[in-house]
């Protein structure tokens, strides 16, 4: 038996006539009565509810306003006999085994969502005989922050004396220190209420003394005796742990074009995706992507022939998900206007809601955050991570010649120079975003800034409301101009002088790519090494000429850095013995470990020697690429082990052997070429510098600088890439002294599209994208596609731009 569902019927015959395979399970899920209490409106058709599309709509098998009774049966084909399910007097026992097991495992959807959510909260044996105190503590409506550490979000208010204090801390950094708990085991008041939650129809109450969220009828006259009128309060945009009331200039409403009436859109490629628990960052990235007429055609236009060869488990293979998901948005199918003489019945019955079509992508999910330890979870991530990480798997999953992430790659030239001999040296590398600086300097309106920052801390300090919001104003030119100034190289060596030197690097454009993609650095760590976003407004241009930003080369006049690598260092003293050179005695390597790194790190609550090892195996390049070293490495055995060096600076053999290191024949640790590789090197460039530096990482990067051109060395000409995401086998790569593959072109762009965050971190908030389709701009918030009234083109994160050919 197969579960094996598809499409449609003749999908499903296909399989058949390529497999054989005759018996499969066809599911139906029917709405059966109103839920008591639930909105009005008729009851929806019935709706197939196929396992293998997964593309439930908003209206049908996710609602709240019905209950569904789910409809089984076998299906034989070539004859499409039918038995109805369960059949034990018709079925062998097998059989019916096989079918129970298939009917109560459960689904992708299913195990996206806890089973919490459905639980009903009981009302607090507190609540009827609370006592509160007569202390005179009014609540502002907004303003908050925690009494004992100023942190201004996840904040609860003790429902006795009108403490507000933080909640607990959250393992993805937000949250606060715990004080409200403390407040608890100190005084004993028991309830508290999470501020941002109040609305009219109630609030987010939690028991300290029952230890789970709980009802309080009496929460209307609890909030009364601290100032507070439920009618007047509003939660919080989309529930999440941003507390502030949000004023009228706020991103939240600018960026989904509240207070406007906006046109609902229907029809091919005005598809939404439902969220399912903080998703937001994929739908986002997959509209944007299936907008783009390459990813169309390399999935959507090659589905039947993805279909033909994909394996007997569809669910396991990237490209069979990626036909899917595009077929679900781009074919019209679960974007379709309510019919007229439904959208009659129900304004004259006063019923009338939009039904939003969709899809929900739970199983498209599931399959490409797979083994990955954050996109897997149903916490916030960051879309520009998400980006790349799919640009990742379609570049290792493409297949033939067609690799429509082309589209996205571009070379860049490093110019790096050494200021005290003035020579210079060029390289380049592989890149898919061009990320550009706020000049925060650069601010046009910086009285206002000022006039602003002096308001809210005095408003702050009389507990009123914060005044309205000035965000400060970046000219585009000046985050260009940032982007395509020298930055200072740390460490540098200078081959010049045989010694370390000051150095500037330069990057500009060896290519241009046929889409081009630009991040505006948001996102950034404050003074307290805290995570924050820079809430700002660039006003990005429609028509984007980055020409001036071409790469030229070596230039006449310059000279430069010798070809040679920087010397081992043998001390004249030495200690001990090396491992595979008899009579070779060197002394113990000096760790230069970044240790500023290493405590940022630790004060996120990795182990202390895990956050040594991340920053050591990265280079010291900084906290941020040790947190990427760190989430993909907290799965194994010795994550916290201590750091073992060899006498070579490299890895120590036996903690190297681990890593997938070989001892004796020089074959560097796969850990150390998985690093550099993951800088844009070629995998043999990776491995030869290792080798050339013994496995010293350090040394192993500037030798790659100094040697710009690899020597020969024999490297396999095929490299199998990771099965593990494709059970596919015609996933052969190619490596050795390929070159990328580029699309060059002219840099003149015009903007298609960009997908904004509102929210405080990459951790929480939401995500949405605006798409220019057929002349006019179209928002994509989930499940909502309307046309835009104002598309916030200041506040975007994240801007793809075309090229304008010439």
Known sequence: MNTFLGFGREHIERHYRKTGQCVYMHLKRHAIKKVPGASGGA??????AKL?????????????????????KLVIFPDHYEISLPNIEELPALVTIACDALLSAKSPYRKQDPDSWEEELQASKHAKTLVQLDNGVRIPPSGWKCSKCDLRENLWLNLTDGSVLCGKWFFDGSGGNGHALEHYKEMGYPLAVKLGTITPDGADVY???????????????????????????????????????????????????????????????????????NSCYLNAVMQTIFSIPEFQRAYVGNLPRIFDYSPLDPTQDFNTQMAKLGH???????????????????????????????????????????????????????????????????????????????????????????????????TERVDYIMQLPVAMEAATNKDELIAYELKRREAEAARRAPPELVRAKIPFSACLQAFSEPNNVDDFWSSALQAKSAGVKTSRFASFPEYLVVQIKKFTFGLD?????????????????????????????????????????????????????????????????????VMQLAEMGFPLEACRKAVYYTGNMGAEVAFNWIIAHMEEPDFAEPLAISAFGGVDPTAAAGLGAVGLDNQPPEEMVAIIVSMGFQRNVAIQALKATNHNLERALEWIFSHPEPEEETVPALDVMDMENNVNANILAATGSEEPRIKDGPGRYELFGFISHMGTSTM???????????????????????????????????????????
């Not at 929480?764 to 220019?772: A, I, R």
């Open 43 to 48: 009851l929806p058709k019935r709706r197939n």
């Open 52 to 72: 293998f599309l997964d593309l439930e709509t908003n209206g049908d098998l996710s609602s709240d306003d019905f209950e569904y009774e789910d409809e089984a």
């Open 207 to 277: 028991s300290f003394d029952e230890e789970e969220p709980v009802l309080d009828p009496h929460i209307a006259k609890h909030l009364a005796h601290f100032g507070i009128d439920m009618l007047q309060m509003q939660v919080t945009e989309n529930g999440l742990r941003d507390n502030d009331i949000k004023p009228r200039v706020s991103e939240w409403e600018v960026i989904q074009e509240a207070g406007v009436k906006l046109k609902p859109m229907y029809g091919p490629g005005y598809t939404g995706m439902k969220n399912l628990g």
């Open 328 to 426: 679900g948005l781009l074919s019209g199918q679960y974007s379709k206007p309510p019919v007229k003489s439904e959208l009659i019945e129900q304004v004259m019955k006063e019923e009338h809601k939009p039904q939003q079509n969709g899809i929900s992508p739970q199983m498209f999910k599931a399959f490409i955050s797979k083994g990955h330890p954050e996109f897997s979870s149903n916490r916030q991530q960051d879309a520009q991570e998400f980006f790349l990480h799919l640009m990742n798997l379609v570049e290792r999953n493409a297949v033939g010649s067609e690799n429509p992430s082309d589209v996205f790659r571009f070379l860049v030239e490093e110019r790096t120079q050494c200021c005290q001999s003035r020579k210079v040296r060029y």
């Open 529 to 597: 090494w805290v995570p924050k976003k820079l809430d700002v407004s660039v006003e990005m241009p429609d028509i984007l000429d980055i020409n001036h930003l071409r790469a030229r080369g070596l230039q006449p006049g310059e000279e430069e850095l010798p070809d040679v690598a920087p010397p081992i260092i043998i001390p004249d003293d030495p200690k001990g013995t090396d491992f595979c050179s008899p009579g070779l005695t060197l002394s113990p390597p000096t760790l230069d470990i970044d240790e500023s790194a």
């Open 764 to 806: 929480s908030g939401h995500y949405v994208c605006h798409l220019k389709k057929e002349g006019r701009w179209v928002i994509y918030n989930d499940l909502r596609v309307c046309a835009s009234e104002r598309p916030p083109k200041d506040l975007g994160y994240i801007y793809f731009y075309h090229r304008i050919p010439s």
